[in-house]
């Protein structure tokens, strides 16, 4: 009889994957223009089309957490991500501040970090 349970595809690293994609492309951008700029090169970023895919990313890494939480059943990480997730687009399409933006980040990269932790908890025990 086969095991139904590893047939199933498990989406739950897409969360950590996202949120971490999500705020390399935000500060990674940054980091690089700025270095570039240093050595005298000149790079124009087209910030609605960071947000839009930073926002994507963001929608990524909330269907990651929802497979985890499948898998887990710990409301905590989904709902952290989901508040953070919140923050984020609140900063980007409503109103922009940067504190705001890091508190998002930070607690998003947490929420994944939390997720894997429960993840690999819950994996060990059954």
Do not use: Q
């Not at 971490?20 to 980091?31: H, K, M, P, S």
Request: glycine content about 6%; hydrophobic content about 55%; overall charge positive.
């Amino acid at each position: 009889m086969k095991d139904t349970h590893s047939e199933k595809k498990d989406y739950s690293w897409l969360s950590s994957a996202a949120g971490l994609c999500a705020a390399l492309v935000c500060y990674g951008t940054l980091a690089a223009v700025a270095l570039l700029s240093m050595v005298g090169i000149t790079v124009e970023i087209d910030e609605g089309l960071m947000v839009k895919l930073i926002s994507g990313l963001l929608i990524l890494a909330l269907a990651g957490m929802v497979f985890s939480f499948r898998a887990h059943r710990n409301f905590g990480p989904l709902s952290l991500s989901i508040t953070s997730a919140a923050l984020l687009l609140w900063v980007f399409f409503v109103s922009y501040s940067k504190p705001l933006e890091l508190v998002g980040f930070s607690a998003l990269l947490f929420a994944a970090v939390w997720d894997f932790r429960v993840k690999k908890r819950s994996c060990a025990c059954d």
